[in-house]
C-alpha cells in the first residue's frame, strides 16, 4: 500500500514540473530541496515530507484550473486506495 501511495505522489510530482515546464534542478529550487530528492520523489523511492508537499500543494493551487483539475485527480484516486 505504501509504495502504491509514493508511486501517486511520484506521478503528481512529475506532472506538475512538466506542466510548468521546469527541469528536476529548477523544480527542486523552488522548493527548497536538492535535485537528488527530486529525481527520488519521482522514482518513488522517497515521498516528500509534510512541509514539501504543503508547498506542491501551493504551486498547484497558484496553477488554476490545471492545478486543480492535478490535485482533485490525486486525491481522489488517494481516497480510493484507502479504502481497501
Known amino acids: ?23 528536476q534542478k529548477k ?16 522514482n518513488g523511492s522517497a515521498v516528500p515530507s509534510q512541509m514539501a508537499l504543503k508547498l506542491i500543494e501551493e504551486m498547484l493551487e497558484k496553477m488554476g484550473e490545471p492545478g486543480k483539475k492535478l490535485l482533485t485527480e490525486y486525491l481522489s484516486k488517494t481516497r480510493q486506495g484507502e479504502d481497501y
Open 1 to 23: 500500500m505504501e509504495l502504491e501511495k509514493s508511486i501517486k505522489i511520484a506521478d503528481i510530482i512529475r506532472e506538475l514540473r512538466q506542466q510548468l515546464d521546469l527541469s
Open 27 to 42: 523544480f527542486a529550487a523552488n522548493l527548497g530541496v536538492s535535485l537528488r530528492t527530486v529525481n527520488r520523489w519521482e
